[in-house]
DNA sequence: GCCTGATATACCTTGACAGGCATATGCCTG
DNA sequence: CAGGCATATGCCTGTCAAGGTATATCAGGC
């Protein structure tokens, strides 16, 4: 994982950035407008989102459409993975002992 | 999840401190040992930690011993979802796609 | 009750980062 | 190639968080 991927997450517009690239590829004006943030601003966090991965561009016309990319959220669940087996170890342990009661 | 729960993890030294906790429940000068930072510090981070609920404590005499909470991190799994959804619905598309060139 | 060890907090300084405004760049159209 | 959108960048300012040092709290043993 990009060391900084969750400092990017840090800031609660660049997550709303992808939440709404999520559902589709939008130009930076459409962005604009969806997020009520100034130009110059969602220029800036598109600029973070892609040095970091998270998302790509490409030109149309006069437009940049972006696009979210995974790489980075799969880098993400791969980090998570250790922590998800403490709470699933946890779980089998519960669904064990819930069979045993049923003896 | 709680609202800041990137911005805790923002910080690479918390990381390091939960990758220690993940392996098993510290002191604080345990932590302080194995990471090689100053005790305000440490303390400083647990007190993030704690108030995010990614830790919790109990005290043994003069120690306070930190243990990892799973709860932040199955929000964070949570967050995770619909994003995970992006990368493995492309991988179910490259499954069929082979599936297809198989005949 | 005092001393010591373990941990927390206060205060200060410094650096990073977000947003605003102005401006530059890039690309299309006439 | 001039003018107009769409987007990027530069500069400035305010905010906030991290680390250092000093100090406070708190529990145990004598």
Redesign the pocket.
């Known amino acids: 994982m990009a060391v ?1 991927a969750f ?1 990017v997450l ?2 609660p ?2 997550r709303r950035i992808l939440d709404e690239l999520r559902r589709s590829d939008s ?4 962005l ?1 407008e969806a997020l009520t ?12 989102l892609r040095e970091a991965g998270f998302v790509s ?1 490409r ?1 149309a ?5 972006y696009r979210i990319e995974t790489r980075p959220f799969e880098a993400l669940d791969e980090w998570l993975k250790p922590y998800r087996e403490l709470w699933t170890r946890h779980l089998d342990a519960l669904e064990r002992h819930l069979d045993n009661l049923e003896y």
């Open positions: 900084d400092a840090a800031e517009t660049r130009s930076v004006n459409e604009v943030v100034s130009q110059p601003t969602m220029s800036k966090h598109l600029k973070v561009c030109t016309a006069q437009q940049r459409i």
